[in-house]
Structure formats: C-alpha cells, structure tokens
C-alpha cells in the first residue's frame, strides 16, 4: 500500500489517533511541551574505557598494523593475543573475498533508540561507512541537533550552516543541503545544526508536521540523478516530532542496544510507539534490525544482556556483536569512521561484518519501494 505518492499525500490521521500519537510522543498539540528536549545525554566513556575493565593480557585492541597470521608469531603463536590477532585476520580474509549484493531500490533505515549513548550515530556512521566502502551510494540524515554525525562525516554544521532544519521547517530542497562526506566513496550527508532543537517546537503548528522529512526525501530520491542503494537516519535520543519524521520517512528501523545495565529498558516503549506509527502513519515501517554495541565478551553482564536480546528478537538481532573498542571512539574526533581510522582493528571488522549482514538480508518483505 503506498500512501505518500508524490510526498503530499499524507493521511489524515482522526482525533483519536491524533491524540494516542501526541501522548505516546509526547507531542503537545499546543507546542509548549515537549519531552525530552532538555535530556540527559549519558556519558559513554566509562569505567572499561577508562581503562579499569581491562584484564591483563586480553586487550581487545591490537595496535598492530599488519598482523600477518598467528603462525608469524612462531613461539608466541599460543597466546590469547596471538590468537586473537589471527582470528581478526581470518574475519578480514572473508570480508574480502566477498561482495556484497546492492539493494534494487533504496532502503531508508532510520537508526532509533531513545536512549543517549547506545552508538546510534556510531552506528549510522559506521554502517553508513562500511557500506559506501563496498560500492553503495549512501544519504545520511543527521537528526540530532548536536550534528554528531555530520560531524563523523567530515561535514559542516556551523550555526549559520544550511541544514536538515532548513529542509524540515522551511521546505528547502534536500538536493540544495546535501554535502559529500569527506570520507571517500559515494558518501553523502544532510547535516544538523543547532537550530534543529527548535525544531520540535517549530514543527508542532506546521500542516503535515509528521510528514516534512518523507516529504522531502521522497522528492529528493525521485529527482536524484543517480540511485541511492541506502539511507540512514541518525536520530536524536527522545522520542518527539523529529523521531516521529524520521518514522515515517523509513520503511526500516534499526535499535542499537547497548549491551550494559538497564539496556532493555524502554524498549517496549520504543516498540509500542513504532507500531502507532506503524498504525497510524507508516504501514509500511518494520523493526528489521537490532545491533548489540558496546559488547564486551569478558563481562558476564555483556553476555547476559546478549543472550536476552537474541531470545526477544531472534530475527532481527545481527549475529555481528559490536565491541566496547577505543578505536571507534576515537575516530570521529578525525572526522573518520572507525573503517577508515583503523581498517583492521576489531570495531571496524565489526561494522564491516553487521553491514555484510544488513546488505546480505536485504529489504524485510512488507518494505515497498521508495519510488
Ligand atoms: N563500540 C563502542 N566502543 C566504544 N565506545 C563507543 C562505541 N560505540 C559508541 N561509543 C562511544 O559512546 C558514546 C555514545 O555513542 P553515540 O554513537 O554518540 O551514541 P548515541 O548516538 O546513541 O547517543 C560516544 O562517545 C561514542 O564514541
Ligand atoms: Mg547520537
């Protein structure tokens, strides 16, 4: 069922529906409360990364740039870094030999959890990366007014920047904003700036305000001179307008779930919210993929929480963990993602890995044409 031929026909969504959306957003009809603006944004650099998690002898970063095999090693062939170097070069070895199939028509992916600090824009960046490196042409849309991800990207957002703010609240076209991402390959990004956090009040009275972003994208995808193979939406850590627009311009959602404490929680909220969407908005939108971040197979924890969300979602989780690595943390402060910062470490084999898998799934079945 397409229901947004051209990007202008939106559905008319009835009262109720109005008001089931506006509570599970929090969406106030009057634009003078919105939750979740002044977040919390939850630190990342924790204790493991800071160096107190570390076990002697099993460091999960090997500075090592060309670690030939194990057998290289001669008497040191045994020990857990040697093995471990020799396992990363068999990932590696396979990931080359492989190429990876380019989907028929564009798959837009919104990466989604309302949580601060899970890795969705690692992840949108990464992936994005991982996949431009195999020959896909990539959008990334920035919808987090902190511009992370443009800033990942090698991309400008200065507060006089031309941005996805101006795309979503004043209808300039996205062809007008998108820059290349200073990473290499057919890498784009719609950058964010800070006037996006106002966004959220602004949108309230606009007509069609959950339907700015589709609107603009579909445009944009039609007139594109050259196909896009994927988009990724990086969205910000709440659950208000600007996520129910990056909802509804995708027909995937990825979850990032960061292996640690409390990670389950909120997802049923998340969950609930994307099938009102899904009832109301989008029918089309499905939960296709879940990633693990920030795994780190010497913790109990990491693995229970793991093992959890493979039983919840056994479909959609990747077989791909991505691990707690200081590589992929340290990269965007490059303006690189972890593939180009440090091909061969772990974290970038990760990412390389999970997109195989995205890029090998394919499009979930109910997922129709962008055009
Ligand atoms: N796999 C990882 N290993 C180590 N640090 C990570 C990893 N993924 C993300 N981070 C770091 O955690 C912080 C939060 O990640 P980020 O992607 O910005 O989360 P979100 O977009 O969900 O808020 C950042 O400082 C990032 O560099
Ligand atoms: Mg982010």
């Given at each position: 069922?397409?229901?947004?031929?051209?990007?202008?026909?939106?559905?008319?969504l009835?009262?109720?529906?109005?008001?089931?959306?506006?509570?599970?957003?929090?969406?106030?009809?009057?634009?003078?409360?919105?939750?979740?603006?002044?977040?919390?944004?939850?630190?990342?650099?924790?204790?493991?990364?800071?160096?107190?998690?570390?076990?002697?002898?099993?460091?999960?970063?090997?500075?090592?740039?060309?670690?030939?095999?194990?057998?290289?090693?001669?008497?040191?062939?045994?020990?857990?870094?040697?093995r471990?170097?020799?396992?990363?070069?068999?990932?590696r070895?396979?990931?080359?030999?492989?190429?990876?199939?380019?989907?028929?028509?564009?798959?837009?992916?919104?990466?989604?959890?309302?949580?601060?600090?899970?890795?969705?824009?690692?992840?949108?960046?990464?992936?994005?990366?991982?996949?431009?490196?195999?020959?896909?042409?990539?959008?990334?849309?920035?919808?987090?007014?902190?511009?992370?991800?443009?800033?990942?990207?090698?991309?400008?957002?200065?507060?006089?920047?031309?941005?996805?703010?101006?795309?979503?609240?004043s209808?300039?076209?996205?062809?007008?904003?998108?820059?290349?991402?200073?990473?290499?390959?057919?890498?784009?990004?719609?950058?964010?700036?800070?006037?996006?956090?106002?966004?959220?009040?602004?949108?309230?009275?606009?007509?069609?305000?959950e339907?700015?972003?589709?609107?603009a994208?579909?445009?944009?995808?039609?007139?594109?001179?050259?196909p896009?193979?994927?988009?990724?939406?990086?969205?910000?850590?709440?659950?208000?307008?600007?996520?129910?627009?990056?909802?509804?311009?995708?027909?995937?959602?990825?979850?990032?779930?960061?292996?640690e404490?409390?990670?389950?929680?909120?997802?049923?909220?998340?969950?609930?919210?994307?099938?009102?969407?899904?009832?109301?908005?989008?029918?089309?939108?499905?939960?296709?993929?879940?990633?693990?971040?920030?795994?780190?197979?010497?913790?109990?924890?990491?693995?229970?929480?793991?093992?959890?969300?493979?039983?919840?979602?056994?479909?959609?989780?990747?077989?791909?963990?991505?691990?707690?690595?200081?590589?992929?943390?340290?990269?965007?402060?490059?303006?690189?993602?972890?593939?180009?910062?440090?091909?061969?470490?772990?974290?970038s084999?990760?990412?390389?890995?999970?997109?195989?898998?995205?890029?090998?799934?394919?499009?979930?079945?109910?997922?129709?044409?962008?055009?």
């Open positions: 069922m397409k229901h947004h031929e051209n990007g202008s026909g939106s559905p008319e009835d009262q109720r529906a109005r008001e089931e959306l506006e509570a599970a957003f929090a969406v106030s009809g009057s634009g003078d409360v919105v939750r979740d603006l002044g977040r919390t944004e939850e630190s990342n650099v924790t204790k493991a990364e800071a160096g107190q998690n570390k076990v002697p002898g099993a460091s999960s970063e090997p500075k090592t740039k060309k670690p030939s095999s194990a057998s290289a090693l001669g008497g040191f062939a045994d020990t857990p870094l040697a471990e170097l020799s396992e990363i070069t068999r990932r070895r396979a990931l080359e030999s492989a190429e990876l199939p380019l989907p028929g028509t564009t798959r837009v992916i919104t990466v989604a959890n309302q949580k601060g600090g899970v890795g969705k824009t690692t992840t949108t960046v990464n992936l994005a990366a991982a996949l431009a490196k195999n020959g896909a042409r990539v959008l990334v849309i920035d919808l987090d007014p902190q511009g992370n991800a443009s800033t990942a990207l090698g991309v400008e957002h200065r507060s006089d920047t031309v941005s996805v703010y101006d795309v979503i609240v209808d300039v076209e996205i062809a007008d904003v998108v820059k290349k991402s200073t990473e290499g390959g057919e890498l784009y990004c719609l950058p964010a700036t800070i006037h996006l956090a106002g966004a959220e009040i602004e949108l309230v009275s606009l007509v069609a305000r339907q700015r972003l589709r609107s994208l579909d445009k944009f995808l039609s007139e594109a001179e050259e896009f193979h994927y988009v990724f939406i990086d969205c910000p850590p709440s659950l208000g307008l600007l996520t129910i627009n990056a909802f509804v311009a995708a027909r995937e959602v990825l979850i990032p779930i960061q292996c404490y409390y990670a389950l929680e909120g997802l049923s909220q998340l969950l609930n919210n994307i099938k009102l969407i899904e009832r109301h908005l989008n029918p089309e939108l499905v939960v296709s993929t879940i990633l693990l971040t920030m795994y780190d197979s010497r913790t109990n924890l990491s693995n229970q929480v793991a093992d959890d969300v493979r039983q919840h979602f056994p479909a959609e989780v990747l077989a791909t963990p991505i691990p707690r690595s200081v590589r992929i943390s340290e990269a965007p402060s490059f303006g690189l993602s972890v593939i180009s910062y440090d091909t061969n470490s772990p974290g084999i990760s990412y390389l890995e999970a997109a195989a898998e995205i890029a090998r799934r394919g499009a979930p079945e109910s997922a129709g044409p962008t055009k």
